[in-house]
């Protein structure tokens, strides 16, 4: 068996990928914004990523911008077959680097139409609308008109499957009267635990949950728990960390990033890794009672 496939698999709407995929975000430059020091070495993870049975790759071409996705088409294209590109659209950069909402028509129709070309495709896979009220995080307001824009462009054949990005559980009921959601993806792992009950309600609707920053982000999980558990089970704390996420629910779709072969490998190697139910509890205590109501 591939090692990956001990972590299962989950469906994005009619298409099946491994729960262990990964985030194209750290290929561009520093703070998401222009080239690789490396390209060559960027090129290479993408490679050992499919290489090693990963067919589930997230990026958006707002990283860069442009070149996250510049650099997936010269290391992949033409595409295998099993492979799914997630991107997101509803952001832009800025030449300070900074992430400014893009909601109106003419701004998300153009973002498909560079996500397109800069991959290489006819189609997008599955395409992310991230709600930008507020850049640190899910705020509240209705997002019935730019959905209804990405609704549009998936009728006219240039999208395939709809997701939401940075939202809140009320806004994930408004998306769903309006599209055929696939995914959601927020912010969630050990210590960030809001979207406890979101997963939940999605797992029960068979909708997908891909928890970014799953290793804690820019700055990586710090705590002499996850360490002390690591450390007894020969494993290193995110390995942990990515396992407690796979187990958490079977909807946990997960795309940690890295433009290192040698971290891409640990972090493929959490799918071999099995947490008892007391580890889980264990781990479950590191989030406060706040964090994880």
């Given at each position: 068996?591939?090692d ?7 469906a994005?709407g009619?298409r099946?990928?491994?729960?262990l995929g ?13 080239p ?12 050992e990523?499919v ?20 650099i997936?088409?010269?290391a ?5 077959d ?15 680097a ?7 028509a ?8 560079d ?10 896979d ?6 930008m009220?507020?850049?640190?995080g899910?705020?509240?307001g ?21 997701g939401l990005?940075n939202?809140?559980?009320r ?5 769903r ?9 927020n912010?969630?792992n050990?210590t ?6 979101l ?6 609707a068979?909708?997908a ?13 710090q ?9 007894r089970?020969?494993?290193?704390p995110?390995?942990?960390?990515l396992a ?21 490998r ?10 008892s139910?007391?580890?889980?509890r ?8 706040a964090?994880?109501?």
């Open positions: 068996m591939n990956l496939e001990r972590a299962g698999t989950y994005l009619d099946v990928v491994k729960r990964y985030g194209a975000m750290q290929l561009a430059g520093p703070h998401v914004f222009g690789p020091k490396d390209r060559d070495g960027a090129v290479a993870v993408l490679r990523a290489a090693r049975g990963v067919n589930h790759i997230d990026t958006s071409d707002f990283y860069g911008p442009h070149v996250t996705n510049q997936i088409r010269e992949l294209h033409p595409y295998p099993d492979l799914v590109i997630v991107t997101k659209i509803g952001a832009k950069r800025r030449s300070d900074s992430w400014n909402p893009a909601f109106s003419e701004d998300l129709t153009r973002a498909v139409h996500n397109l070309r800069n991959l290489g495709l006819d189609a997008l599955v395409v992310n609308l991230r709600i009220f507020d850049v640190a899910p705020a509240e209705s997002i019935e008109a730019p959905l209804a824009v990405l609704a549009d462009l998936q009728r006219q054949g240039l999208v395939r499957r709809i990005s939202v809140t559980q806004q994930v009921a408004e998306g009267r309006i599209a055929d959601i696939v995914c959601v993806q912010a969630y050990l960030h635990r809001s979207d406890d009950a997963v939940d309600d999605l797992a029960a068979g909708i949950y891909v928890p970014f920053f799953p290793l804690g982000g820019f700055s990586p999980l705590s002499t728990t996850l360490s002390g558990v690591a450390e089970l020969g494993a290193t995110m390995q942990v960390a407690w996420l796979l187990r958490r629910a079977p909807n946990i779709l997960l795309i940690p990033g890295t433009s290192s072969v040698a971290h891409l640990e972090n493929l190697a959490a799918a071999d890794l099995t947490l139910d007391a580890v889980m264990e781990l479950e205590g590191i989030a406060g009672p964090e994880a109501a």
